[in-house]
């Protein structure tokens, strides 16, 4: 089975604090991808990785980066959290065609 | 831009049929169902791509008419584990990038 893992569940950070979000997937899956989930906004994209080292902004990018330095983990980075970025993020993985396995979710709240 | 998915929530009895819509103003490559269960994670129903023919698995099955971008998820025959939001995502074309919409949340009741 494909397993896909995130660092935490449950995670409370301050306003300001610099946070780091990690995903690893087990299935040597070329893709992977950080969604954020909010009620009535669905997923949405914030990047994607398609190899190691190369990126692509999603469809909302303000306020997050990204690292991939090994092909297995992929890492969302809050630069200064802030309030309005309390949400569930998910991450998850593919191969070049295919399908998406999700990962738990990490819900994050910034005070 | 997020595609549009309708109704955004239904409630249905056991043993009823539903259809759930998903439709973009932008031409696709495919279109992508996953249903999430409360508290857990999105899990992959079915892919459909654009020249592909209409998919199914059991009693869930869709379609997709890519010259109106639009595709559609049928369930029938319900069953208390069809409960769950339903997202549709929408690919025009390389790496997967992957444009989910708002979901539609269904329930069955008995």
């Known amino acids: 089975d494909v397993k896909v893992t995130q660092s935490s569940r449950y995670l409370v950070k301050r306003t300001g604090e610099k946070v780091f979000l990690e995903c690893v997937q087990d299935?040597?899956?070329?893709?992977m991808f950080w969604y954020r989930q909010d009620p009535g906004l669905g997923l949405r994209l914030i990047y994607f990785?398609?190899?190691?080292?190369?990126?692509e902004k999603g469809d909302i990018p303000e306020g997050y980066s990204v690292s991939r330095e090994k092909k297995e983990r992929f890492s969302l980075i809050l630069e200064s959290a802030s309030t309005n970025q309390t949400s569930m993020y998910l991450c998850?993985?593919?191969?070049?065609?295919?399908?998406?396995?999700f990962g738990p979710g990490t819900r994050l709240l910034v005070l | 831009q997020q595609p549009v998915q309708s109704p955004q929530a239904v409630i249905l009895r056991e043993g009823e049929d539903a259809v759930i819509n998903c439709s973009s103003s932008?031409?696709?490559?495919?279109v992508h169902w996953y249903r999430q269960k409360h508290g857990e994670a999105p899990v992959f129903l079915m892919i459909?791509?654009?020249?592909?023919e209409q998919k199914g698995h059991e009693k869930i099955s869709a379609s997709f008419n890519e010259k109106k971008q639009q595709s559609s998820l049928y369930l029938t025959a319900s069953q208390l584990s069809y409960s769950g939001t339903y997202f549709c995502?929408?690919?025009?074309?390389?790496?997967?990038?992957?444009?989910f919409g708002t979901g539609t949340k269904l329930q069955v009741i008995p």
């Open positions: 998850a993985s593919s191969p070049l065609s295919g399908t998406q396995y």
């Open positions: 299935m040597d899956h070329e893709n």
């Open positions: 990785s398609y190899d190691v080292k190369m990126k």
């Open positions: 932008k031409a696709l490559y495919s």
């Open positions: 459909l791509l654009k020249g592909g």
């Open positions: 995502g929408t690919e025009r074309g390389g790496y997967q990038k992957v444009t």
